[in-house]
């Protein structure tokens, strides 16, 4: 290489390290947006940088283009990218290296030397030295190095991990072949850096004070960090994210705002200002990764053509374990506030007694359907989730569930007869039963004050105690699903997979979005704000409430209440 030749190399290197968004557009070929130019600018510009992005967006594409021109425009260079998931990292690597823009774009196939994908190693190495390294946020990830680290989705990495194992890799420094030469001891290289994108999350996430401590970095003018926040609009604008869609979504019966609000609008949620019950103690009990999942109907179907009877083991249930169907009644197809909320909770005794663990399995709405249709498929469910109590507000609206309950009744879609169910602690609802021999199933709960006051106890002091505990959120059990599949499943079985925990996360958010307020002086009542709802909770409730009165039972030796069931005819 002459003189010039060597003269021209350091000037154009000078001037895209400065421009890295032209030397994406000039030398690899990578067609850039408006957003995306100044993006990849700005992120060689801060030690730290921080990227909060809708979904749909196209952060992984973004973040895998980023290690890229690193690697090839500082010799020597180790990216490490870093995400809560073995599979989130890789996806980088495989699906937008491989299959994107190493097959598309000459210049960077005549970069990289390698890519690997493996059980023991993913990643790319660079003909210069340089390297993209994959790992999960783990401990068992400690001792690499880095000169750059992009953190992948940081909200589902806990911050103790991320300051003790992923952090300290940016000690490192870069070792270019011309530093062995001593009259160049005295050069500074750029300093490493560190990339954060996420979505928002909630405000009692640490991604949250770090957005924060970024803001007043950037009004202090250090130059050290920069945080900035793209929504869904920009990506509908840029053509890169459908508006029909975001459409769809928000026209969903079960459409969440908050979750809407986290994943598309860069917008972090937070409990309400006189929030009873807290966001820590619901996510300190999201522990389960075991939901029920109602079995389709033709496989009902199947076990009454064989056995003469539906036989549900896919949800083994333990000896003295009690489970129960809590229903929140609404049959208003065009309120949108309202919907018919069933949460399956299982009741596991203690090895101490006089209270049970509450695991909460699943909860099912059903928006704007007869009373009929609701009541047969709450009849389905019960035998399907081998319940043992329904427990319900038979007031206004559930009265007509009631009814339809109290009946002998024929489910089309399985051939199973049901049995007529009748009402066990209310002595008037004796005369609306339709048989004589009725099973007594259904708790009615009548949420007067006194009640709603003593559910909303009952349910925060459960959750503080460790009482309650939740389905994991959809990240952590889309990772364990991957994990135990042997074969590749559809969109829609993935869906239906996955449906108990987005529902889970449905109803945390909807809790503690309620705000307390004291009534007649001495009582507890949450309510809502704006067009929040409250069917979730009230659920959940209703069930926890219940738990309590058989709580009652296991520490009194003789009650002066006694729940009598009868055995299930089916």
Known sequence: MNSKFREKVKLWTSFYRENPHRFAEDYLGVKLKLFQKILVYLCFKYPFFTFLASRGLGKSWLIALIAIIKCILYPGSIVVIASGTKGQAEKIVINKIKMDLWEKHPNIRKEISDISVSQRKTGCTFYNGSQIITVTANDNARGERANLIIVDEHRLIKKDVYEKVIEPFATYLRQPGFMSNPKYNDYEDVPNQIIFMSSAYYK????????????????EGDGTRFVTAIPYQLGIKERI?????????????????????????????????????????FDKNRKLYKAYIPRPTYQISE???????PRPKHFPKQEDEKRLISVDVSMVPGKKNDNTIMTFIRLLPTKNGGYYIKHISNSIAMHGLHSDIQAMRIKRYF??????????????????????????????????????FGCFNKEEYEDRVL???????????TPNVDVNHNAAW????DLEKGRIQ???DINAALSQMYKNLDSVISIDEEAEQLQPFVSTTMMINETISLE?????????????????????????????????????????????????LRSSRI
């Not at 009952?458 to 002091?461: E, L, N, Q, S």
């Open 204 to 219: 009692s996430h640490w991604i949250f004070t770090d957005a924060e401590d970024c803001i007043k970095s950037m009004i």
């Open 241 to 281: 994210i459908n508006k029909q869609y975001i459409k769809n979504i928000m026209k969903k019966s079960d459409f969440d705002p908050a979750t809407f609000g986290m994943e598309y609008k860069c917008q972090f949620f937070g409990e309400a200002s006189g929030a009873f019950l807290k966001l820590i103690d």
């Open 303 to 309: 076990d009454i053509e064989k056995y003469g009877k």
């Open 383 to 420: 035998y399907d989730f081998e319940a043992d109590y329904i427990v319900m507000d038979t007031n206004g609206n559930g009265i007509s569930i009631f009814d339809s309950l109290a009946k002998v009744s024929y489910d089309d879609e399985t051939g199973q007869e049901y049995p007529a």
């Open 435 to 445: 048989d004589d021999d009725p099973d007594n199933v259904i708790f009615s709960i």
């Open 458 to 461: 009952k349910v925060k002091g």
């Open 470 to 472: 939740l389905l994991v």
């Open 516 to 564: 307390k307020k004291v009534v007649q002086e001495r009582f507890t009542k949450l309510v809502e704000s704006g067009a929040a709802r409250k069917d979730r909770y009230s659920s959940l409730s209703y069930g926890i409430y219940f738990a309590s009165i058989l709580e009652e039972e296991l520490e009194e030796e003789d009650e002066d209440y006694t729940v009598v």
